[in-house]
T-cell receptor, first 115, second 114 residues
Framework: GENVEQHPSTLSVQEGDSAVIKCTYSDSASNYFPWYKQELGKGPQLIIDIRSNVGEKKDQRIAVTLNKTAKHFSLHITETQPEDSAVYFCAASKRGSSNTGKLIFGQGTTLQVKP | SAVISQKPSRDICQRGTSLTIQCQVDSQVTMMFWYRQQPGQSLTLIATANQGSEATYESGFVIDKFPISRPNLTFSTLTVSNMSPEDSSIYLC???????????FGPGTRLLVL
């Protein structure tokens, strides 16, 4: 079945630096890749997503890149701030005629931004 | 997006008992899902809650242990039956409005089984 690998498991950066989290997926039919941010005691919050017909998407300080050939996608956060500290999850799914919308999640990355 | 609420937000239960978790959405949605997040772990899909029919369970999850109801397009319940300490987890519902694949999550129910 589909598998999503996420690295690193923990990431510590200084405020103002950039952070990059990488994911690889196994099912070449996957065509939707969301990223979620989960703060302590809260549910996951969708922060950005990308579909397989697009190579890059940006929203202010957050960007996601997708390499379909290599089956990997990455989250880039620039100018990090202490409030970016959280656990980040990547996920993958495939949308088809009989798709139920099942998301396969990576293992998560704990990002710590030091003031 | 959608506004999703879950009840209870947390609970401490005794082994052998059952707990029913409610998920309420502020708009009608086609797809609702239930996930489990074990301590310090990622999210695993338990089942898809289908309105008007039985839920579709993922491998490793069975209806007897996790019965699900979906009486309408804005509400669903997940019951964790005959609980053991291994059931201590965060249980999350999510929704996918319209026919889009984007899922939005509720705040979660934090369950501790003693």
């Amino acid at each position: 079945g589909e598998n999503v690998e996420q690295h690193p498991s923990t990431l510590s950066v200084q405020e103002g630096d950039s952070a990059v989290i990488k994911c690889t997926y196994s099912d070449s039919a996957s065509n939707y890749f969301p990223w979620y941010k989960q703060e302590l005691g809260k549910g996951p919050q969708l922060i950005i997503d990308i579909r397989s017909n697009v190579g890059e998407k940006k929203d202010q300080r957050i960007a996601v890149t997708l390499n379909k050939t290599a089956k990997h996608f990455s989250l880039h956060i620039t100018e990090t701030q202490p409030e970016d500290s959280a656990v980040y999850f990547c996920a993958a799914s495939k949308r088809g005629s009989s798709n139920t919308g099942k998301l396969i999640f990576g293992q998560g990355t704990t990002l710590q931004v030091k003031p | 997006s959608a506004v999703i609420s879950q009840k209870p937000s947390r609970d401490i239960c005794q082994r052998g008992t059952s707990l029913t978790i409610q998920c309420q959405v502020d708009s009608q949605v086609t797809m609702m899902f239930w996930y489990r997040q074990q301590p310090g772990q990622s999210l695993t899909l338990i089942a898809t809650a289908n309105q008007g029919s039985e839920a579709t369970y993922e491998s490793g999850f069975v209806i007897d242990k996790f019965p699900i109801s979906r009486p309408n397009l804005t509400f669903s319940t997940l019951t964790v039956s005959n609980m053991s300490p291994e059931d201590s987890s965060i249980y999350l519902c999510s929704v996918a409005p319209g026919q889009a694949e984007t899922q939005y999550f509720g705040p979660g129910t934090r369950l501790l089984v003693l």
